[in-house]
């Protein structure tokens, strides 16, 4: 089974920065497209950034310019790079992925993807 591994939760203050990582395992196609979701208490999940099978990225507006999302080359390991974060960003991140292909309207909505990680929390603070 494939297994995701989120890692790089913390707690900021605003204008600080993170680096979250995705380990996955247990990969069976040759490609997959992964994203990051996040969801605050009394929210719903939300698609943060996504990358999909030829490496092309897609941001919700209030994270671009802020979030840079990449992978490794072995496509395996998934980062998202948050800077200048901001006290509205704190949430529970997960990582997902899917074998599927996908159009680009549906990259960051969670129902689009089958594998999905525990998650980790990010605080930021004001």
């Known amino acids: 089974d494939v297994e995701l591994v989120e890692s790089g939760g913390g707690s900021v203050q605003a204008g600080g920065s993170l680096r979250l990582s995705c380990a996955a395992s247990g990969y069976t196609y040759g490609s997959y497209a992964m994203a990051w979701f996040r969801q605050a208490p009394g929210k719903e999940r939300e698609g943060v950034a996504a990358i999909d099978h030829d490496g092309s990225t897609t941001y919700v507006d209030s994270v671009k310019g802020r979030f840079t999302i990449s992978q490794d080359n072995t496509k395996t390991t998934l980062n998202l790079r948050m800077n200048s974060l901001k006290p509205e960003d704190t949430a529970i991140y997960f990582c997902?992925?899917?074998?599927?292909?996908?159009?680009?309207?549906?990259?960051?909505?969670?129902?689009?993807?089958?594998?999905w990680g525990q998650g980790t929390q990010v605080t930021v603070s004001s």
């Open positions: 997902a992925a899917d074998p599927r292909s996908f159009e680009k309207w549906q990259l960051l909505r969670p129902l689009a993807y089958v594998y």
